[in-house]
């Protein structure tokens, strides 16, 4: 934080490549002072460009940077961040649109309504609930949390794997990543929230598939990486698991001819959980808490860890 300490009272804010006037406004409330110029600016909230785009707004008396996003992969790979700079992202502003995603998904798969919203004629499944459940939610921070919440009424038993093993509020049992095979076999849905880093790529491979139970549904809305698609194809296909909800895929987008469209135990959706609609208004929350804090030289939100890559 030693980037912080030293701040005015009204800094100098950028918003590029493109503006918004929601971010405008969000900074402004905040107490920041808008500038057209990237090169004056101390603070740049960015939106409207890729980390290529980067290059053309930094400078050497940029000192902070709010990301739009959760994940931040991309721009760790890119290597454009510097380490002399204090970079935030949007992560947990998400997490209500998010999380109510992943319930849609974990309801519409363990009811099949994929399967019967294919059919052409009437059948009477025998579908399942997720009333009573255990549910593994593997990588528990912001969306996970929002998630033990929503899934409250349903009386879920909710196994959590964090990064720390700290004991999640609502987790029935919260384990570090070495509790992971004892989640998966244990679990009836499988939640994956987990960032996405060189350590998590292909976290749920051929041996955690295995792992899991047959009836299990296995739901990611956090980045298609975590999941090794091909393994995920064999497993859906064989009938090792019951089901998959993928908000995310990898590759992404899925290209057209994909095995996983034309799956019958897959319900599929085009990185639609943070619409819009819903991803703008919180981020303006973020960038004039963000914005706030920065000027009174507090602790910002979503600190980035360059050296963790999240």
């Known amino acids: 934080m030693d980037a912080m300490t030293k701040t005015s009272r009204h800094p100098k804010i950028h918003i590029g490549p493109k503006s918004l ?10 107490g920041g002072e808008l500038t057209d110029l990237a090169s004056e600016a101390e603070g740049l909230v ?18 902070w940077v709010q990301l739009p996003s959760a994940g931040v992969e991309e721009w760790v ?20 649109s ?3 995603h992943a319930l849609a998904l974990m309801l519409a798969c363990v009811r099949e309504l994929h399967h019967l919203a294919r059919s052409d004629t009437w059948t009477r499944p025998d579908v399942g609930t997720l009333f009573d459940s255990t549910v593994g939610i593997v990588g528990c921070g912001g ?3 929002e998630l033990i919440r929503l899934l409250a009424p349903f009386r879920t ?12 509020p609502g987790a029935s049992r919260t384990v570090d990543p070495g509790g992971l095979d004892e989640v998966l076999s244990a679990s009836d849905f499988i939640v994956i929230g987990a960032p996405a880093t060189a350590e998590t790529r292909h976290l749920i491979g051929r041996r955690e598939l295995e792992l899991m139970p047959p009836h299990c549904v296995l739901v990611n809305i ?3 990486s975590l999941i090794d698609t091909e393994a ?4 859906l296909a064989a009938g090792r698991i019951a089901g998959a909800g993928l908000d995310v895929t990898d590759p992404e987008p899925l290209p057209d001819g994909h095995p996983l469209w034309t799956e019958p135990r897959a319900l599929i959706t085009p990185h639609a959980a943070n619409p819009a609609r819903m991803l703008i208004p919180r981020l303006a929350e973020r960038v004039a808490e963000n914005v706030g804090r920065y000027a009174r030289g507090e602790e910002l939100l979503g600190l980035i860890d360059l050296s963790r890559g999240y």
Do not use: C, N
């Not at 785009?53 to 930094?58: A, I, N, T």
């Open 21 to 30: 006037p929601e971010l405008v406004d969000a900074v402004k409330r905040a």
């Open 46 to 63: 960015w939106w409207g460009g890729s980390p290529g785009d980067f290059v053309k707004l930094d400078h050497p008396g940029l000192r």
């Open 77 to 96: 790979r890119s290597g454009v961040l510097r380490p002399d700079v204090v970079y935030t992202s949007a992560v947990g502003s998400y997490a209500e």
């Open 98 to 100: 998010v999380a109510e």
């Open 143 to 145: 969306i996970g949390r």
């Open 157 to 168: 038993r909710i196994l959590a794997v964090t990064r720390s093993g700290t004991p999640v």
């Open 222 to 224: 956090a980045r298609g």
């Open 232 to 235: 995920l194809v064999e497993a």
